[in-house]
């Protein structure tokens, strides 16, 4: 798929949203990727999973791990794509956590999935967490890179779309968004 393709799912799907957004990294801005409402079709979650998974085959992972709620759905398409494993983390107590009795082998490839990245935040969380059970993180995957490649993870990135979309600290708006209410549409 390319870009433009991409772009057109949102737009079809109505998850590419205009407004004043605060994002779950905390920034305000004008769009909001609401990738449940374009990953809610299953056949767009084939296309969207099967194009990811076509840029991550070579990195050889035998598990998907995505941060919940968002990656879910995607990372799980993805490794079925990919004919691995798939297993995610979770928030307890505010932080991201391997539970279930979900395992990772030491040595073990695995790559992150994740729909959204502003700051990577989540997926450097599932990295650290891959790591500290002695897992080999080959790379992050997501479907949309609101940072246009700028967010550095430590690992190969990959992404069906980059985009630079603006995003302001609270402190810092600009005066069309200073007097418009801020809705925050996303996972907290």
Known sequence: MTEQEVLQVFRDTGALLE????????LHSRQF???????????TVERLGAALAAKVK???AVTVISP??????LGQEVARQLKTRFIFVEKEEGKL???RGFKIAPGEKILVVEDVVTKGGRVQETIDIVRAHQGEVVGAAMAVDRSNGVVNVGVPRFSLL?????AFPADKLPP???GTPAVKPGSK
């Open 19 to 26: 407004g004043h957004f605060v994002l779950r990294s905390g």
């Open 33 to 43: 990727f609401q990738c449940a409402l374009a990953l809610q079709q299953m056949p």
């Open 58 to 60: 070579h990195l050889g």
């Open 68 to 73: 919940a709620m968002g990656g879910l759905v």
């Open 97 to 99: 956590v391997l539970r």
């Open 162 to 166: 980059a985009l630079q979309v603006e």
């Open 176 to 178: 069309d968004l200073v």
